[in-house]
Each structure stands twice: as structure tokens, then as C-alpha cells.
């Protein structure tokens, strides 16, 4: 069975400051892997997708970055956090396209 | 443009009664849909999907929805609900011509009292 794990569980960072959030994917090769951006009590934002190692592609500009380093692996980072950055970030993974599997998230606060 | 519509943002039943939440949808051909659920502070769980065929589709936990084409709707319906159904549930829309891309409606809360 597949598996996502996300990490930090939480976070609370500084204006300013850099941040860096991880995703694992164990049990699929090749999946498809995706950023979203929920606001408190708000709908989900795509911010990233990648169908392969190397190559991701940016569906909104946030003044975030994505990168896929490995087959199993997703990152999302800045290096300077906003307080609009604060809210629940969720990572996804898809066979292909279709339906879209979530991990179980990370709470940004930005003071 | 796709997007999704769901026109309750909070819906409150007892339990034991049934259940309908509302999605509506925009797309110029049949796209790809989905009911999400989600619980306080975790992920989303996908309760059920259509692509194509039957209209009426079967998910976990006894939820059902159905998709009209006429309608432009994909409602998600359970005919008894239980407390622990209490969460926030979201209408998803995939394009077929964009396999990656997925737009969420506002979603819906879902309060069941005792």
C-alpha cells in the first residue's frame, strides 16, 4: 500500500525567514506529486505539480519554489516567508492524472 | 475556465436523517469529478470519484453521488448520517484534458447533532 508523509507536522518561522517543507511518497514509482495551499477555513490552491524527477511545474505565483529531487520526494521552500504564507500546506500523489491521494499536511504560521 | 460551485457553505442535520450537498460545476466537456472529506486539522480523504458511465456512483462509508450532465451538478448524498460525519467536505473537478490540474469548490461544512 502507498504511503505520504509530510513533513514538519507544524511550523511557526519568523517574517523573513527561509522555510522548507518535505514530502515522501513510499509504496508508488513514479507518481505524479502535487502542492496545495489551504488558508484557514478556505478552499485548496494547486501550487505545484511534477510528473517526474527534476521537473516541476508552477500553477500560481506565492513566492514559493518546488523541486523534486528524488522519485519519492517533493519540496516547497522560500527564502524569505510572508505572513499571507501562513496556513495548511498538503501534499498529493496521483498514478497519473484522475484522483489525487493526500498526505496529511503541515501548519504554517508566520508571525 | 473550470471551476466549481458549491452553493452551501454550511449545512446542519440531525442524525439518522438524510443527507445532500450541492456541487455545480462549470467545464465545457464531462470532467473528471470527486467528493474529498476532510476532518479537523488533517488531510483530505476521497470519499468517491466519476469518470465516465453509471451516473450514480458508490463511495465509501455508504456516500453516494450522482452526476447529471444536463445539470452540471455531481451532489453527494447519504441516506443516514451519523455524528462522525461531522467534517468538511469538497466538490473536485479534473479536467480530462489536463490530467494534473485540480480545482476545488469552497466546500461545505457538515454539522450533525445528536
Known amino acids: 500500500a502507498q504511503t505520504i508523509h509530510q513533513w514538519p507536522v507544524a511550523e511557526i518561522k519568523a517574517v523573513g525567514s527561509p522555510l522548507s517543507l518535505g514530502c515522501t511518497i513510499k509504496?508508488?514509482?513514479?507518481?505524479?506529486l502535487y502542492w496545495y495551499w489551504q488558508a484557514t477555513g478556505g478552499t485548496l490552491q494547486q501550487l505545484f505539480y511534477?510528473?517526474?524527477?527534476?521537473?516541476v511545474e508552477s500553477v500560481v505565483q506565492l513566492n514559493l519554489s518546488a523541486s523534486r529531487p528524488k522519485d519519492d520526494q517533493f519540496i516547497l521552500s522560500t527564502e524569505k516567508l510572508l505572513l499571507s504564507h501562513s496556513g495548511f500546506y498538503l501534499c498529493?500523489?496521483?498514478?497519473?492524472?484522475?484522483?489525487?491521494?493526500f498526505g496529511p499536511g503541515t501548519r504554517l504560521t508566520v508571525l | 475556465a473550470q471551476s466549481v460551485t458549491q452553493p452551501d457553505a454550511r449545512v446542519t442535520v440531525s442524525e439518522g436523517a438524510s443527507l445532500q450537498l450541492r456541487c455545480k460545476y462549470s467545464?465545457?466537456?464531462?470532467?473528471?469529478l470527486f467528493w474529498y472529506v476532510q476532518y479537523p486539522r488533517q488531510g483530505l480523504q476521497l470519499l468517491l470519484k466519476?469518470?465516465?458511465?453509471?451516473?450514480v456512483v458508490q463511495g465509501v462509508n455508504s456516500f453516494e453521488a450522482e452526476f447529471s450532465k444536463s445539470n452540471s451538478s455531481f451532489h453527494l448524498q447519504k441516506a443516514s448520517v451519523h455524528w462522525s460525519d461531522s467534517a468538511v467536505y469538497f466538490c473536485?473537478?479534473?479536467?480530462?484534458?489536463?490530467?494534473?490540474?485540480?480545482?476545488f469548490g469552497q466546500g461545505t461544512i457538515l454539522k450533525v447533532y445528536l
Open positions: 498529493a500523489w496521483s498514478p497519473q492524472g484522475g484522483e489525487q491521494y
Open positions: 509504496g508508488k514509482s513514479s507518481p505524479n
Open positions: 511534477s510528473i517526474t524527477v527534476g521537473q
Open positions: 467545464y465545457s466537456a464531462t470532467p473528471y
Open positions: 466519476y469518470y465516465s458511465g453509471d451516473p
Open positions: 473536485a473537478l479534473s479536467p480530462t484534458s489536463s490530467g494534473q490540474k485540480l480545482v
